[in-house]
């Protein structure tokens, strides 16, 4: 057992609302829902309406649980998972697509590379550790990553924008050509950003839909 705590980390995250939180594991058939703290500024006799936006909940180490919030989700968000032992996989779902990043300790954790085989980044595995993440797009909208005990995980969003682009061609020609590599190569070449700038988050039949986001470097 353990308990996770969901915490946002935004400017605003004292005064906006995001619950209630689901917590869920439909495997399980765990469901919880989340409402945040009480506010703890009066003034006289009327409140401030400041509250904490920290959510816990007591789960089950060992398995896979789903946060859903009610409201648009905070773009900085830590996550912790309080236990003696055990892991757990997270998803975060999300409204809009974007990008985000994962950190452990204030290092990025780079995402899992894409799998051909399944459209998407690949599928977590746990063997990188606390940490291990990957985003998936186009019409989910989720972000996924490995929590273990005494772990502390900060999700930071990416400035960027997201594309979709329908071809006519089969899924073997596409890959056959170089697949998702090639595509991010010459979608870079094309609007003159570095290949690394193009993360290919989703593709499927349609005849060949290719959902991928930008990212926009900082100034210097």
Not at 136 to 153: I, K, P, Q, S, W
Not at 175 to 183: E, K, S, V
Not at 199 to 216: A, P, Q, T
Request: some cysteine; glycine content about 10%; charged content about 25%.
């Amino acid at each position: 057992m353990g308990v996770l705590i969901a915490n946002g980390l935004d400017e605003d995250s004292e005064d906006r609302s995001v619950q209630p939180v689901y917590v869920t594991n439909d495997r399980k058939g765990y469901w919880n829902k989340l409402n945040s703290a009480m506010d703890h500024i009066w003034d006289g006799f009327y409140t401030g309406q400041k509250h904490k936006s920290m959510f816990p909940t007591l789960i089950e180490t060992g398995h896979d649980y789903t946060v859903e919030y009610t409201g648009t989700p905070f773009l900085n968000m830590e996550y912790m998972l309080r236990a003696e032992t055990g892991k757990v996989n997270l998803r975060i779902l999300y409204w809009n697509a974007g990008s985000y990043e994962v950190y452990v300790r204030g290092k990025l954790v780079r995402a899992n590379f894409f799998d051909k085989n399944i459209g998407t980044q690949a599928k977590l595995k746990g063997t990188k550790g606390c940490g291990e993440n990957r985003f998936v797009g186009g019409v989910d909208n989720y972000l996924e990553f490995v929590l273990t005990a005494g772990c502390r995980v900060e999700v930071k969003p990416v400035d960027s924008f997201p594309a979709n682009v329908r071809m006519d061609w089969s899924m073997d020609e596409f890959y056959a050509q170089g697949g998702h590599t090639t595509f991010a190569d010459r979608v870079a070449g094309t609007m003159g950003v570095h290949s690394s700038q193009v993360k290919v988050v989703n593709v499927y039949k349609g005849s060949v839909v290719v959902d991928f986001v930008v990212d926009i470097p900082e100034e210097p």
